[in-house]
Structure formats: C-alpha cells, structure tokens
C-alpha cells in the first residue's frame, strides 16, 4: 500500500502565504511524478502544478509566479508554497503521485485525501 498524506492546510488572509507539505509512505520503490491539484465547491478537480522526479515543473497559468512546488527524493515528500494568496486559491488541495511498488514494471497512481486551504479577506 502507498499513503500520500497532506498537512498545513488552514485559514490564512489574502495576500498571506501557506506551505503544505505531502509526504508519500508506505511500499515505495520509487516515486516518479509529484503534484498539487485544487477542487473548489462546485467545480472539478484542477492541476496546480506538479514536479518531475528531475524537478521539471508545471504550473496552472492561475497560480504562476505566486506558487513554487518542490520535493525532497530522500523523504518522498512534495511541497506547495503559496504566496500571494487569493481569495479564489480557496479550495480543496489534493497531493498526487506516481509510485513504483515492489515487483512492479510500471507506476501506478495515488491521491493524498486532501487538506483545505481557506483564503479570507
């Protein structure tokens, strides 16, 4: 089994920052893509950004120059900064990954269950 678990979600003020870290646990070989994505009440799940293994990065138009995504291999741990909060970065934040698992010729997919980030004015 692999576990993405989510922390640091919270309420913060616009214009504010937050950093949520995800650390991935379990019976992992190798973790290969990392990212963020963001559900809004009423609206789908969306890409926030995510991070190679080799730490190329894509961001959301919505969230470039505010937000940095990193990770640590060693920790199998991915992390969003977000700076210049807005009120609209308000959502759900989902941490996703790519695992190899033991015996395994390909990476299979994992979600984290989600931390709320809630952005006040």
């Known amino acids: 089994q692999v576990q993405l678990v989510e922390s640091g979600g919270g309420l913060v003020q616009a214009g504010g920052s937050l950093s949520v870290p995800c650390v991935a646990s379990g019976s992992i070989v190798r973790m290969n893509t990392m990212g963020w994505y963001r559900q809004a009440p009423g609206n789908q799940r969306e890409l926030v950004a995510t991070?190679?293994?080799?730490?190329?990065?894509n961001y959301a138009d919505s969230v470039k120059g505010r937000f940095t995504i990193y990770r640590d291999n060693i920790k199998n741990t991915v992390y969003l900064q977000m700076n210049s909060l807005k009120l609209e970065d308000t959502a759900v934040y989902y941490c996703?990954?790519?695992?190899?698992?033991?015996?395994?010729?390909?990476?299979?997919?994992?979600w984290g269950q989600g931390t709320q980030v809630t952005v006040s004015s």
């Open positions: 996703y990954g790519q695992a190899a698992r033991p015996g395994a010729s390909t990476f299979s997919n994992y």
């Open positions: 991070i190679t293994r080799g730490a190329n990065t």
